[in-house]
């Protein structure tokens, strides 16, 4: 079982709500596509958050040197993703997967990360930011989803606290937020531990 981690766009903080569902299921964490190796990277930043042992993270299948859209730092690497080549690891327990970007982020010359999340039949938790423009984005990502008919657990609002944002959302995008998480300084373990889920992480809701 699993739940896959998208965004409305990059940079909205997939990596930190990855981390915050990755300890509030106590679950294993995997990233398909890393693009960026400089610094940093995605899984290393859960890995240091969470303080997981290695046993509960899995390589990536592709690994890209520049950070920029897949399909592009695979180009720059005389690479081409192939989506045979991504397979759900052996885990028993949940599992956490992050995508790169947002839904329409392509992959290669046909396929896109929204191609991925179908493949691996997994639902999916939508990462939006809670700051002006967030509802266009987030309905529009929800609607893609809903295209493909990808099961959607709930949204996960990163930013400060934006009420007025986060009942649009609820209510013209039929969905639940999870979890709203406000800028954290310093971003610890036990700050995202103490932001409790509002709904069951597993638990898909069908759209009424």
Not at 27 to 48: C, F, L, M, N
Request: one cysteine or more.
């Amino acid at each position: 079982m699993g739940i896959f981690i998208t965004g409305t766009d990059t940079d909205v903080g997939k990596t930190v709500a990855a981390a915050w569902a990755m300890l509030h299921l106590s679950a294993s964490y995997w990233k398909p596509v890393q693009a960026g190796i400089e610094g940093e990277t995605d899984e290393a930043h859960v890995r240091r958050i969470t303080g997981a042992g290695d046993e509960r993270f899995f390589a990536s299948a592709y690994t890209l040197p520049e950070p920029l859209s897949p399909h592009e730092a695979a180009r720059r690497a005389c690479v081409e993703i192939d989506m045979a080549a991504f397979a759900l690891p052996p885990v028993t327990g949940p599992l956490v997967v992050e995508g790169a970007g947002g839904l329409m982020v392509p992959l290669n010359q046909t396929n896109y990360v929204i191609d991925l999340i179908e493949q691996l039949r997994l639902p999916a938790i939508l990462v939006a930011r809670s700051s002006l423009g967030t509802i266009n984005h987030t309905l529009l990502s929800l609607g893609a989803l809903r295209a493909r008919q990808i099961p959607i657990v709930g949204v996960v609002l990163n930013g400060p606290p934006t009420p007025h944002n986060r009942a649009a959302i609820e209510t013209y995008g039929a969905v639940r937020v999870l979890a709203e998480i406000p800028p954290l300084e310093p971003l610890t373990r036990e700050a995202l531990l103490a932001i409790e889920p509002e709904s069951d992480l597993m638990e898909v809701k069908t759209q009424e």
